[in-house]
């Protein structure tokens, strides 16, 4: 039941809905134009992706560059990769977590990766 006992403003429901997704765009669109690094073997190789997951630079020392173990220099690279991604995972938790709990709660959103 409703407070008061009567039906819901429509209207209101409607503009609070509407809000919402205004400031879950905006959100999102924040996140799309926010970087964030991840780095590994102490610096030597450097990551950078958007909020969003997106690759947007690499940045490899010299020093970590062994032409006869290029396997090491691939993890290096990987664990980078990982290491942004997962700052830009807890930026997207930070900006759109509040965001899903006002929608019901942080699961089933769909596009939304929590």
Do not use: C
């Not at 970590?64 to 997207?92: F, G, K, R, S, Y």
């Amino acid at each position: 039941m409703f407070p008061g006992g009567g039906q819901p403003n429509m209207q209101q429901l409607l503009q609070q809905a509407q809000k919402m997704q205004q400031d879950l765009q905006r959100a999102q669109e924040e996140l799309a134009n926010t970087e964030v690094d991840g780095q590994a073997g102490g610096g030597l190789v450097q990551a950078t992706v958007t909020g969003s997951g997106e690759l947007r630079a690499l940045r490899i020392d010299p020093k970590a560059v062994d032409p006869e173990d290029t396997e090491t220099l691939a993890d290096l690279i990987v664990a980078a990769v990982h290491a942004a991604n997962e700052n830009a995972q807890a930026l997207q938790q930070q900006k759109l977590g509040p965001l899903a709990q006002g929608l019901g709660g942080g699961t089933g959103i769909p596009g939304l990766p929590f």
